[in-house]
């Protein structure tokens, strides 16, 4: 019997373009079209298809957000704008 209601099964995938998810896409194209505008298109082809295939691995290890975490501790603390968070180089807190 057919439900007079649809429940769509994929509503928390995130959102895709074309193939990619928009962060696969901007770390595939960005190195390509910086490559294009430098006239070594084939070199940013080659580095974004590295950047690519190195941002699927880190996903694929625990989830979209282990990137976020990577910046959080691999930049300095006013780069990316926390302020509710410690800087990263704090290891040791009093009280």
Known sequence: MD???VIPRRLDDPERWLFWTLDEAAALL???VLGLGANAFLAGLGAGVGAWLLL????RGG???????ALYWM???PALGL???PPSHLRRFAG
């Open 3 to 5: 439900a007079p209601y």
């Open 83 to 85: 302020k509710a968070t």
């Open 30 to 32: 960005a190195p390509a």
């Open 75 to 77: 930049l300095p603390g």
């Open 56 to 59: 699927r691995r880190v996903k």
């Open 63 to 69: 989830g979209a957000h282990v990137a976020l975490y």
